[in-house]
Nanobody
Framework: QVQVYESGGGLVQPGGSLSLSCAAA????????MGWYRQGSGKQRELVAR???????ERAESLKGRFTISRDDAKNAVYLQMTDLTPDDTGVYYC????????????????WGRGLQVTVAQ
């Protein structure tokens, strides 16, 4: 049973844009999508951006100005808008979420999506 849906990604040319979405299924209240990480081939997984519960945004400084993260609390979803993409942005992008119980975070950042492939190439 899928509880969180990741969508977006794909193949884009350099300079192009892509959007990623990570949304909990209706009625799912124990998983709260918070942000995105990525992992390039042969590289470690790294933070792209995440929105903390107080609204603070943490992001990789190198991506500031090109990648924008946003939340929709009503939909329990987090989105990533990526612009001016380069081949260095190629990799698998993972949605990361907190686990909750009775509305309180019990395991921050404990849930990972399966990942979305983003390929930037001619």
């Amino acid at each position: 049973q899928v509880q969180v849906y990741e969508s977006g990604g794909g193949l884009v040319q350099p300079g192009g844009s892509l959007s990623l979405s990570c949304a909990a299924a209706a009625g799912v209240s124990d998983i709260k999508p918070m942000g995105w990480y990525r992992q390039g081939s042969g590289k470690q997984r790294e933070l792209v951006a995440r929105i903390l519960n107080d609204g603070t945004i943490e992001r990789a400084e190198s991506l500031k100005g090109r990648f924008t993260i946003s939340r929709d609390d009503a939909k329990n979803a987090v989105y990533l808008q990526m612009t001016d993409l380069t081949p260095d942005d190629t990799g698998v992008y993972y949605c990361n979420a907190d686990l909750l119980r009775a509305g309180r975070v019990i395991l921050p950042g404990a849930w990972w999506g399966r990942g979305l492939q983003v390929t930037v190439a001619q």
